[in-house]
């Protein structure tokens, strides 16, 4: 082979019998020697197109336009993962149509956006579990620990909703895509933590909901109903607790899981008390603006049509969200948290739906919408906020 290559660069007119005899001879093992005979051929054809050819008008230069080599850049481009991976990571990141791409990654507009559905489809089957899981017994723990010294014992987040714009929403859908927000939209409900990781995210909803036909739609709240939540308990002013709660704005429920900011709060403790819950609920109106600023294509209108992709879009933009947020997440925090080993009901027993499991279902269901609950655990926080702000 090495004496071939030097044999193919001489002057010779005996090229082409080399190329015949080294093609007859030499057996193809591998994808590398196929590259290798392609090129070659084409600096052939490039020596006889450069001794043939011929300008028509005297004087003028003809420019080699190396056909045959960029037809191979074309098919290995096209049979290369990264240049289709680094299309779909544009194309979510900066909001560009998929036919602006063909001059960087020289790929037709169909085929990137096949690519792209590709893409966002697998990036949410590989990486869902573990990057939109629930909070763990050690996300739990580590809740706790961030949300203590900022005055929110047992609290896991703070909820909202945010619109994505649906531009292309068929005619028919229109009026049941629109709310309050200026054209067809659809939903995303997330929970968000201070370090702005969205641990719950529920997308699809049409934009003529409000945040409360969300939230009854929403599995937010179903591993606690079925006992497969890990277990906590907390102390707020001499008062003990033992379900997590939710930061909200007023248009949620009065439930045990939500804290509320007070309207017109009289009084310095209430007055307080408000200003301090709406500044920590700005976590995840802050995970929001970042999600949108990291992803432009969900700040933007929505191009594609059907539902189903929009959702991959959406749920992959989050998980490559919290992948951001793990890869910077400071974890010099002590995270001790200390709780009793409780026994946790397995879900094969709450698909059985028997007698002891409704009763325990049901229970627990009344016990998220107690009212009482809701009420007690916002004068305790007033409280505790105020003694805390005294203490300082």
């Known amino acids: ?168 929403c068929p005619t028919g859908w229109k009026g049941q895509y629109s709310g309050h927000v200026d054209g067809p939209t659809m939903i995303l409900e997330a929970v968000a933590s201070k370090d702005l990781w969205i641990w719950h995210s529920f997308f699809g909803l049409p934009g003529s909901l409000n945040d409360i036909n969300v939230l009854q739609r929403s599995p937010l709240f179903q591993r606690l109903t079925s006992g497969t939540a890990p277990e906590l308990e907390f102390m707020v002013n001499g008062n003990k607790y033992t379900m997590g709660y939710y930061l909200a704005h007023g248009i949620y429920p009065s439930w045990a899981t939500f804290v509320k900011t007070i309207s017109n709060p009289q009084g310095n403790k209430r007055i307080h008390y408000a200003k301090v819950q709406e500044g920590v609920r700005k976590d995840v109106e802050r995970a929001f603006g970042v999600l949108q600023a990291r992803f432009a294509m969900v700040r933007g209108p929505a191009r594609f049509w059907d539902t189903e992709t929009l959702w991959y879009i959406m749920t992959a933009c989050v998980i490559m969200h919290n992948m951001i947020i793990d890869n910077e997440r400071d974890e010099d925090v002590d995270f001790d948290y200390d709780q009793e080993d409780s026994e946790v009901l397995r879900k094969e027993e709450y698909q059985r739906r028997n007698k002891p499991v409704l009763e325990k279902f049901l229970k627990i269901h009344k016990e998220i919408e107690d009212r009482r609950v809701h009420e007690q655990l916002r004068d305790d926080l007033v409280e505790h906020l105020w003694a805390l702000h005294g203490a300082r």
């Not at 001489?10 to 190329?19: E, N, P, S, W």
């Not at 149509?97 to 559905?117: C, H, N, Y």
């Open 1 to 168: 082979m090495g004496v071939f290559y030097m044999d193919f660069y001489d002057d010779d007119d005996d090229d082409d019998d080399l190329i015949t005899d080294w093609w007859d001879q030499e057996e193809l093992s591998n994808d590398d020697d196929y590259y290798i005979a392609a090129a070659l051929l084409t600096y052939i054809e490039h020596k006889r197109t450069k001794r043939k050819r011929r300008g028509l008008v005297p004087g003028h230069e003809i420019i080699h336009r190396d056909r045959f080599a960029g037809n191979l850049r074309i098919v290995a481009d096209y049979f290369a993962d990264p240049p289709k991976v680094y299309g779909a990571i544009r194309m979510l990141a900066y909001d560009i149509p998929a036919d602006s791409l063909d001059e960087i990654v020289r790929i037709s507009e169909s085929t990137m956006i096949e690519a792209f559905k590709h893409f966002v489809k697998a990036v949410v089957d590989v990486f869902a579990d573990q990057y939109l899981r629930a909070p763990t017994a050690e996300d739990t723990a580590r809740l706790m620990a961030i949300n203590t010294p900022r005055g929110f014992q047992g609290m896991l987040g703070c909820i909202d909703c945010m619109h994505w714009r649906r531009k292309n």
